[in-house]
């Protein structure tokens, strides 16, 4: 079971990559990769809460969401650092 936190990091940080860029495409107003990367989002999230709330116990629940807040600092980063899809 202790596998589910090291992947609530690497999903905490695939999930704020995806946020960082979806409010890049908003503010460059394009539209359907915007829409796309909101669903994904989305989707991620509530797959993570729901896992994090149905699988684990209380004491571990507290620990993977410290890890997956970890993780979604990492990812903002990461998408702050690289341009990805911000060509003009």
Request: proline letters at 1%; glycine letters at 4%.
């Amino acid at each position: 079971m202790d596998y589910y936190i090291i992947l609530y990091f690497f999903v905490g940080i695939l999930q704020d990559f995806l946020v960082t860029l979806n409010w890049r495409y908003i503010a460059k107003h394009k539209i359907a990769p915007a829409m796309l990367l909101s669903f994904l989002v989305t989707i991620t999230t509530m797959l993570v809460i729901y896992n994090i709330l149905s699988r684990l116990d209380s004491q571990r629940s507290i620990i993977a969401i410290v890890i997956y807040a970890s993780g979604v600092a990492v990812g903002t980063f990461l998408a702050m650092k690289f341009k990805v899809g911000m060509e003009d």
